[in-house]
């Protein structure tokens, strides 16, 4: 039986899109020469359209992936192929939803730590209540059922073969919608990496899924799906070019 009320799926799904909070950097920087450049570049964001959501986008129905909170790109559980550029797990503390107070992060182990111990955010029993969190990078490719003329404008302006791609970011907090997409890059790609396969060259497959099966409260959350489908090389490329080398996650 779901101990899930529907203010903890309101807060899961229409958080961080409804109260302002700190902008959560790629990365963890600690001195100008710690800087990546690969920080450096524009990316779209990507957004559930949810009945919750403080916005609304022409043509856009709940479950849909919108751009920018301005044009329909897939309808919820249509297929959107991507190419992993980066993934940043982190934690927050898990502040009721509507509140105003200032939200902390925590990127390190040591930051963690001194978060679990001076948070004022805590659960009835005076634990912390501190989430997880992650911010997904993507090259992610135009589906077949975008249409520009509807839209307005075209965002996929990266041509690799013939496949049009763009640059576009979205984030999940909470423990399942963390492993259902930071969980399945780190897996699949250290999988590969062990044997001695380049895990970073397959497509994953991003959807919008419905979740809360079994549960009266039903809510509609990002889902990344790895792939054997390798993805074509000059995306492969520009995302190694976007990290700065290394691994995604």
């Known amino acids: ?4 009320s529907f203010k903890d799926v309101q807060s899961e799904v229409a958080d961080a899109e409804a109260r302002p909070q700190l902008p959560a950097p790629v990365q963890q920087v600690k001195s100008v020469e710690d800087s990546d450049p690969s920080t450096d570049f524009a990316e779209a964001h990507l957004n ?3 009945k919750t959501s403080m916005f609304d986008v022409d ?5 849909d992936i919108c751009l920018n909170k301005e044009i329909k790109i897939a309808s919820e559980g249509e297929v959107i192929n991507s190419v992993v550029v980066k993934c ?3 934690f927050k503390e898990n502040w009721p939803f509507g509140s105003d107070k200032f939200t902390r992060f925590a990127y390190t182990p040591e930051e963690i730590a001194d978060l679990e111990e001076t948070t004022e955010c805590r659960k009835k029993n005076g634990q912390p209540d501190i989430v997880p969190v992650c911010d997904i990078h993507l090259l ?3 589906p077949d059922s975008f249409a520009e003329e509807d839209a307005g404008y ?10 049009k791609f763009a640059l576009a970011k979205y984030t999940v907090q909470k423990a399942a919608a963390v492993r259902d997409n930071y969980g399945s890059v780190h897996t699949l790609v250290a999988g590969y990496n062990s044997m001695g396969v380049d895990g970073t060259k397959f497509i994953f497959k991003l959807r919008s899924v419905e979740k809360g099966q079994g549960s009266p409260y039903k809510w509609k959350q990002f889902v990344l ?3 054997t489908d390798e993805a074509p090389e000059g995306a492969v490329k520009f995302a190694q070019t976007l990290r700065g080398g ?3 996650s």
């Open 1 to 4: 039986m779901s101990t899930r």
């Open 48 to 50: 559930i359209l949810s």
């Open 59 to 63: 043509g856009a129905s709940v479950g």
């Open 88 to 90: 940043v797990k982190y």
């Open 140 to 142: 992610i490719e135009q």
């Open 154 to 163: 075209n965002p996929f302006l990266f041509d690799f073969g013939g496949r």
């Open 225 to 227: 799906a790895g792939t």
């Open 246 to 248: 290394g691994s995604p």
